[in-house]
C-alpha cells in the first residue's frame, strides 16, 4: 500500500474506485503517447542528422513515459484484488453490526414494547367485544321479531344492519345518452298506392350511424348505397346530422357486502387466558 499511496495525491482515499479510474487515466494517456510517438517517426526517411537525433531524443523521452504510465497500470492492477479484498472485508463486518444491532433492538421490542402493546390490545378487544355481543343480542332479536311478522304481518319486516350500513347500493342497469355526428340514411316508406306511376310512399325508414371522427375533427364520409324497392334500384345517400345516441350502457351491479362480523375472532393478549371474541 506504500507505494499505491505514492501514485495519488496527498490525503486521496484509495479505493477500489480510484484505482480504477486512475488505471484508465494511464490507458489513456499510454494510447496518447503512442500516437505522438508513431507522428515523431513518421517522417524519418527525409529528415536530415540533426532532425533525426533530435526525433530520437524525443521518441526516447515518450518512450520513458510510456513505460512509467504501464508500470504504474501494472502494478495498480495487481494491488486491485488485495482493495477489494479488504473493501470486501470492510463491509462484511460493518453489515455483520448492523444486523447485530437489529436483532438487538427487535430482541427488546419483543421483550417490553410488545408487552405494553399487548395490554394495549386486550383493553381494547374488551371493548370490541362488548360492542360484538350487543350486535350479536341485535341479531337474534331481529331474526325472532321477523319470525313473528311472517305469522303476524302487522308491520313490515325489520331490515338488519347489515343490509342497512354495512352494505352498498346497487348500481342499476342505464345507458348515457349524448349528441353525436351520425351519418342518417333515409329509406321509403311502404307506398300508399300500387300505382308505379304515382309512387307515394308513407313516413320514410331511417338507419342512423354513428360518424367515426378523423384526426381533423371532421367526420369520415361513408358511400351511398343502392337499394331495390318494389322493382326500382334507389341510391340512398346519407346526411350528416346531430342525433341523440347511446354513448355508454351500464349493466346491473349488486351492492357489495362487508365479511360479516360473525367471523371476527381476538385471541387472547396473553398465553393462558380466554378468547376476548367468540366468547366461551
Not at 355508454?248 to 378468547?275: C, I, K, W
Request: with cysteine.
Amino acid at each position: 500500500m506504500n507505494i499505491i499511496s505514492k501514485l495519488f495525491a496527498p490525503k486521496t482515499a484509495i479505493t477500489s474506485a480510484t484505482i480504477r479510474a486512475e488505471i484508465e487515466r494511464a490507458e489513456t494517456e499510454i494510447t496518447a503517447h503512442s500516437a505522438r510517438l508513431e507522428g515523431v517517426l513518421a517522417g524519418i526517411a527525409v529528415m536530415n542528422d540533426s532532425q533525426h537525433a533530435q526525433a530520437e531524443v524525443d521518441a526516447a523521452a515518450i518512450k520513458r513515459a510510456i513505460a512509467r504510465l504501464e508500470a504504474r497500470a501494472n502494478h495498480l492492477a495487481a494491488e486491485l484484488p488485495n482493495v477489494i479484498a479488504a473493501e470486501e472485508a470492510t463491509a462484511k463486518v460493518a453489515a455483520d453490526e448492523a444486523l447485530r444491532q437489529r436483532a438487538e433492538a427487535a430482541r427488546r421490542a419483543n421483550t417490553k414494547e410488545a408487552g405494553q402493546l399487548l395490554a394495549e390490545y386486550a383493553l381494547h378487544a374488551a371493548r370490541v367485544s362488548e360492542v360484538l355481543a350487543k350486535l350479536e343480542a341485535l341479531d337474534v332479536e331481529t331474526t325472532a321479531v321477523n319470525a313473528a311478522l311472517r305469522s303476524n304481518p302487522v308491520a313490515e319486516t325489520v331490515l338488519g344492519y347489515d343490509a342497512i350500513h354495512r352494505r352498498s347500493s346497487d348500481r342499476p342497469a342505464g345507458e348515457r345518452r349524448g349528441m353525436r355526428k351520425c351519418w342518417v340514411y333515409r329509406c321509403p316508406g311502404s307506398p300508399r298506392d300500387t300505382d308505379k306511376a304515382t309512387f307515394q310512399y308513407e313516413a320514410p325508414h331511417e338507419v342512423v350511424r354513428q360518424a367515426d371522427i378523423g384526426r381533423d375533427g371532421k367526420a369520415i364520409p361513408v358511400p351511398a348505397v343502392q337499394h331495390e324497392y318494389y322493382g326500382r334500384v334507389l341510391t340512398i345517400i346519407p346526411t350528416l346530422e346531430d342525433r341523440e345516441v347511446v354513448i355508454e350502457r351500464v349493466s346491473f351491479r349488486p351492492g357489495r357486502s362487508e365479511a360479516p362480523l360473525s367471523s371476527v375472532q381476538l385471541p387472547p393478549a396473553f398465553s393462558g387466558e380466554d378468547y376476548v371474541w367468540p366468547r366461551e
